[in-house]
């Protein structure tokens, strides 16, 4: 096995999870916040956003490694996906294949992505709605929640942060609501 085919496998957790236990122990030292919506309050912040709102009005060039983080974040996923990704398909158990045909998905576990929801096709009016109105929940939450889930579950839990176990906490019941409660009846649509 040469190693671009060690790299594309994935990365099993006892690499992975100490590689982010060192990103934070950095973070930490070094007194900066990590989070992906702390990124897009200083985008908006560097955009002028301060003459609209008080939130952002700070020193954003004091965040510019915020900005780098995010562009990186951007082009790793990028490069990992146009490079290292020779196989896409997820192995699912038979009853989840068969719940997700029943709720429209003709076929669940061919990739991550099903194109019923994120393909081309899904790009109608409602598609578009769902997104808009998703995004703006998500955006709404994170500000709520004073963090996004990298935000809270990364850097808020290794520091700690109760509000931070709290937030997570809320994230997976609202996962779990949205997956078996809310997304059987508006998948349809």
């Known amino acids: 096995m040469n190693i671009i085919e060690i790299i594309q496998q994935p990365w099993p957790w006892y690499v992975v999870g100490?590689?982010?236990a060192l990103v934070m122990f950095f973070l930490l030292w070094f007194g900066r916040e990590f989070g992906m919506s702390a990124s897009l309050r200083t985008m908006c912040a560097a955009g002028g956003g301060g003459k609209y709102s008080d939130f952002f009005q700070f020193d954003w060039r004091s965040q510019k490694w915020n900005l780098v983080f995010a562009v990186g974040a951007v082009l790793g996923g990028t490069f990992s996906t146009f490079f290292l990704e020779p196989d896409t398909s997820v192995d699912l158990a038979n009853s989840t294949v068969a719940s997700l045909q029943n709720l429209g998905i003709e076929n669940p576990g061919e990739n991550f992505l099903p194109a019923e929801i994120f393909g081309a096709n899904a790009l109608t009016v409602g598609g578009i709605a769902f997104l808009f109105f998703g995004g703006i929940l998500i955006g709404f939450g994170a500000r709520y929640a004073g963090g996004c889930t990298s935000g809270h579950a990364i850097a808020g839990l290794s520091n700690l942060q109760l509000p931070s176990l709290i937030a997570v906490i809320g994230f997976f019941?609202?996962?779990?609501?949205?997956?078996?409660?809310?997304?059987?009846?508006?998948?349809?649509f």
Do not use: R
């Not at 019941?173 to 349809?188: E, Q, S, V």
């Open 18 to 20: 100490p590689i982010i």
């Open 173 to 188: 019941i609202g996962g779990l609501a949205m997956t078996y409660f809310i997304l059987p009846y508006i998948l349809p």
